[in-house]
């Protein structure tokens, strides 16, 4: 699924909302069977977030990574709506 610029940023701040570094490995390794520090070396979280969601679109995997967040905050809105708007875009092909 690519996503816009505007989509990235979006997405970026919902996990940036809901997520620490700690809480984000553990979601890649759990869900996505891959390890944080494979994919991004040290550094800021925004930054890092960034580097997770641009890998997971080269790779294909941005669905199955946006599944995951939603599963691991149920309860936080943020997330929940980014993940409906991304969902609803990508069955429009936008």
Same mark, same amino acid.
């Given at each position: #699924? *690519?996503?816009?610029? *505007?989509?990235?940023?979006?997405?970026?701040?919902? %996990? &940036?909302?809901?997520? /620490?570094?700690?809480?984000?490995?553990? @979601?890649?390794?759990?869900?996505? /069977?891959?390890? @944080? &520090?494979?994919?991004?070396?040290?550094? *800021? &979280?925004?930054? #890092? %977030?960034?580097?997770?969601?641009?890998?997971?679109?080269?790779?294909?995997?941005?669905?199955?990574? @946006? /599944?995951?967040?939603?599963?691991?905050? *149920?309860?936080?809105?943020?997330?929940?709506? %980014?993940?409906? #708007? &991304?969902?609803?875009?990508?069955?429009?092909?936008?």
């Amino acid at each position: #699924m *690519p996503l816009t610029g *505007p989509q990235k940023q979006q997405l970026q701040a919902a %996990v &940036l909302s809901a997520f /620490n570094a700690s809480d984000l490995e553990q @979601l890649l390794a759990f869900d996505l /069977n891959v390890r @944080l &520090l494979q994919i991004v070396g040290q550094g *800021p &979280l925004d930054q #890092m %977030v960034f580097a997770v969601i641009e890998w997971c679109e080269q790779q294909g995997r941005t669905t199955e990574f @946006l /599944n995951a967040i939603a599963r691991a905050r *149920p309860h936080k809105k943020e997330i929940q709506d %980014v993940v409906a #708007m &991304l969902r609803a875009a990508a069955d429009r092909g936008t």
